[in-house]
């Protein structure tokens, strides 16, 4: 769940009962069209995008993680991000210049 040039990707298998075989879900937060963050444990993506889009905090706390966490770490940058599930956008939103 890193930037994606600069990790390994890890494939937790999903069993597709019907067709007796395996499904990969790979889910992404871009922006840009940039990967920046990418992972398919099935939680923790949208956990992410919920935080940088304040859903799941606010006021000085949210600021806070914008500003340190979000840009500063993991390099996103204030504009629009899209939260996506095997290449497809299911979800958009805002990161604020705080």
Request: include cysteine; aromatic fraction near 6%.
């Amino acid at each position: 769940m890193a930037d994606k040039e600069s990790s390994k990707e890890t494939f937790v298998p999903i069993c597709d009962t019907i067709h007796k075989k395996q499904v990969l879900i790979m889910e992404t937060i871009r922006q840009n069209g940039k990967i920046i963050l990418h992972g398919n444990d099935g939680i923790s993506i949208k956990m992410i995008f919920r935080n940088l889009t304040g859903q799941n905090f606010q006021g000085k706390e949210y600021a806070d993680y914008i500003r340190h966490i979000a840009i500063n770490s993991m390099g996103f940058t204030p504009g629009s991000i899209e939260h996506c599930r095997d290449g497809g956008v299911i979800d958009t939103g805002t990161i604020p210049n705080v």
